[in-house]
């Protein structure tokens, strides 16, 4: 070939070169921009809020600018720029950056505002302006906590004892309730109330500081939460503690069986028995933490709850029972329920009106069936022989849900009966009290004064 010919093949290599780089520079592929998590609306409160963005781009990330677009004009949050040049592109591809805002140091308004984050890229596209992409989040800015009253007036309630509370608060919450030390209860819409009135069921846990005191509070969605106190007494009870000696039928019939139901496996009796009395326990009580939440916000319930008929009180509410084999103490626990023994294979009826949540096995509960009464109020019935219910049949009071059994860990024929607010046991005595659930519960859910 001569010097021209390979003169022209060179400069169509060039050209071909040159069109390449020009096709990947020339990219029009808006940069990816996305804020992780929630994309809906925004609430932001008195506490700095953070919103992760994702960034990537194939030319490489150039500009990253985020405002705050607001009633009164725009606030600058955030410019970034990235290194690169117009002939090789970006240095950076891709990129998670944490965006802040601070109402209070932006000095913007209370209300609705847009956060407008900005990315564009180091394409030649747009005479080497670059692609760009915008994202636009709608934001709520409110620095207030809720207002929040009681309407309820002096309470008394017992320790491992329940108590209800009437409030108001004047703007829509993320959650609202009853904190006593660090549990918490749920408040529920006052049916025909006005409108923010809210009832809460709540107890003083057995093992409540000595000085707790229960505290209303509301929390907005923009994280912004108010406390507020009223007068509450609350009346100190000791409990029992009670030796419970396991003898050899029990260690050797009904412990065996039971792990191996439960598919807990080992030759010691005692070893086995502990890991049921403490991790099986553990692992029924967080189910049942996982049911109570489901609660409904109607209460179901009407009047005082019952005792089981004809039966007999063997074992009370909140004793300490040590376990002991053969003389050497083996395990602790403490007993949220009383048990109640009338004959073999007894009729187990709903304490009262409810919809039931749960009815199968539950480790240690045996065959067990949990009721919801709504407002956080459930109870439970442990050891069935048989269960005649499904979860979300809805049970008049006394219907049957039934027969009484010895089912899980429990050494003869008995129900194990348990009431439960929120995630807290409480004593059922008061509950199968009319005169109690007249004085303390009725009050606060008789209807508004017009
Ligand atoms: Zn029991």
Same mark, same amino acid.
């Given at each position: 070939?001569?010097?021209?010919?390979?003169?022209?093949?060179?400069?169509?290599?060039?050209?071909?070169?040159?069109?390449?780089?020009?096709?990947?520079?020339?990219?029009?592929?808006?940069?990816?921009?996305?804020?992780?998590?929630?994309?809906?609306?925004?609430?932001?409160?008195?506490?700095?809020?953070?919103?992760?963005?994702?960034?990537?781009?194939?030319?490489?990330?150039?500009?990253?600018?985020?405002?705050?677009?607001?009633?009164?004009?725009?606030?600058?949050?955030?410019?970034?720029?990235?290194?690169?040049?117009?002939?090789?592109?970006?240095?950076?591809?891709?990129? @998670?950056?944490?965006?802040?805002?601070?109402?209070?140091?932006?000095?913007?308004?209370?209300?609705? *505002?847009?956060? /407008?984050?900005?990315?564009?890229?180091?394409?030649?596209?747009?005479?080497?302006?670059?692609? @760009?992409?915008?994202?636009?989040?709608?934001?709520?800015?409110?620095?207030?906590?809720?207002?929040?009253?009681?309407?309820?007036?002096?309470?008394?309630?017992?320790?491992?004892?329940?108590?209800?509370?009437?409030?108001?608060?004047?703007?829509?919450?993320?959650?609202?309730?009853?904190?006593?030390?660090?549990?918490?209860?749920?408040?529920?819409?006052?049916?025909?109330? *006005?409108?923010?009135?809210?009832?809460?069921?709540?107890?003083?846990?057995?093992?409540?500081?000595?000085?707790?005191?229960?505290?209303?509070?509301?929390?907005?969605?923009?994280?912004?939460?108010?406390?507020?106190?009223?007068?509450?007494?609350?009346?100190?009870?000791?409990? @029992?503690?009670?030796?419970?000696?396991?003898?050899?039928?029990?260690?050797?019939?009904?412990?065996?069986?039971?792990?191996?139901?439960?598919?807990?496996?080992?030759?010691?009796?005692?070893?086995?028995?502990?890991?049921?009395?403490?991790?099986?326990?553990?692992?029924?009580?967080? #189910?049942?933490?996982?049911?109570?939440?489901?609660?409904?916000?109607?209460?179901?319930?009407?009047?005082?709850?019952?005792?089981?008929?004809?039966? #007999?009180?063997?074992?009370?509410?909140?004793?300490?029972?040590?376990?002991?084999?053969?003389?050497?103490?083996?395990?602790?626990?403490?007993?949220?329920?009383?048990?109640?023994?009338?004959?073999?294979?007894?009729?187990?009826?709903?304490?009262?009106?409810?919809?039931?949540?749960?009815?199968?096995?539950?480790?240690?509960?045996?065959?067990?069936?949990?009721?919801?009464?709504?407002?956080?109020?459930?109870?439970?019935?442990?050891?069935?022989?048989?269960?005649?219910?499904?979860?979300?049949?809805?049970?008049?009071?006394?219907?049957?849900?039934?027969?009484?059994? *010895? @089912?899980?860990?429990?050494?003869?024929?008995?129900?194990?009966?348990?009431?439960? /607010?929120?995630?807290?046991?409480?004593?059922?005595?008061?509950?199968?009290?009319?005169?109690?659930?007249?004085?303390?519960? #009725?009050?606060?859910? #008789?209807?508004?004064?017009?």
């Amino acid at each position: 070939m001569t010097a021209r010919a390979w003169g022209i093949v060179g400069l169509v290599v060039v050209l071909l070169l040159a069109a390449a780089a020009f096709w990947v520079r020339w990219e029009t592929e808006p940069p990816v921009l996305a804020a992780q998590g929630e994309t809906g609306e925004l609430f932001v409160g008195a506490k700095p809020t953070t919103v992760t963005f994702d960034l990537g781009d194939g030319s490489g990330l150039r500009l990253f600018a985020v405002r705050l677009r607001h009633a009164d004009g725009e606030a600058v949050i955030t410019t970034t720029e990235y290194p690169g040049d117009a002939l090789t592109g970006g240095r950076i591809p891709y990129e @998670t950056v944490d965006v802040t805002l601070d109402p209070a140091t932006l000095g913007v308004p209370q209300g609705d *505002a847009v956060l /407008v984050a900005e990315l564009t890229d180091w394409s030649w596209s747009g005479l080497l302006a670059g692609n @760009t992409t915008t994202v636009e989040i709608p934001v709520s800015i409110d620095r207030e906590a809720p207002k929040l009253s009681v309407s309820s007036g002096l309470t008394y309630v017992q320790r491992a004892g329940s108590g209800a509370v009437r409030y108001r608060v004047l703007e829509a919450t993320a959650d609202d309730g009853v904190r006593v030390g660090d549990a918490t209860f749920r408040g529920y819409p006052f049916p025909g109330g *006005a409108e923010g009135e809210r009832i809460a069921l709540f107890a003083i846990p057995r093992d409540a500081a000595p000085d707790v005191t229960p505290k209303v509070f509301a929390r907005d969605r923009a994280g912004n939460e108010r406390e507020v106190g009223w007068p509450v007494r609350v009346q100190e009870r000791s409990f @029992t503690r009670i030796p419970i000696r396991l003898g050899a039928n029990f260690m050797e019939g009904k412990v065996p069986s039971l792990a191996g139901e439960l598919g807990i496996e080992g030759d010691d009796a005692v070893a086995v028995f502990q890991t049921i009395n403490r991790d099986e326990r553990a692992r029924n009580e967080e #189910a049942i933490r996982a049911a109570v939440v489901k609660s409904g916000a109607t209460a179901l319930f009407d009047g005082a709850f019952t005792q089981m008929r004809n039966s #007999a009180v063997t074992s009370q509410f909140a004793e300490h029972r040590t376990y002991y084999v053969d003389g050497k103490s083996v395990s602790e626990a403490i007993h949220y329920g009383y048990d109640l023994a009338s004959v073999s294979g007894a009729p187990i009826e709903a304490s009262n009106a409810g919809v039931v949540v749960h009815a199968e096995p539950l480790g240690i509960y045996g065959n067990c069936v949990i009721v919801d009464h709504g407002l956080g109020l459930m109870s439970l019935y442990a050891h069935l022989r048989e269960i005649d219910v499904k979860v979300g049949d809805r049970v008049a009071k006394a219907q049957r849900l039934g027969r009484s059994g *010895a @089912t899980g860990l429990a050494g003869g024929d008995h129900l194990h009966f348990a009431i439960l /607010v929120g995630a807290t046991y409480v004593d059922p005595k008061e509950w199968w009290d009319p005169k109690w659930v007249r004085d303390r519960i #009725a009050p606060a859910m #008789a209807a508004a004064l017009p």
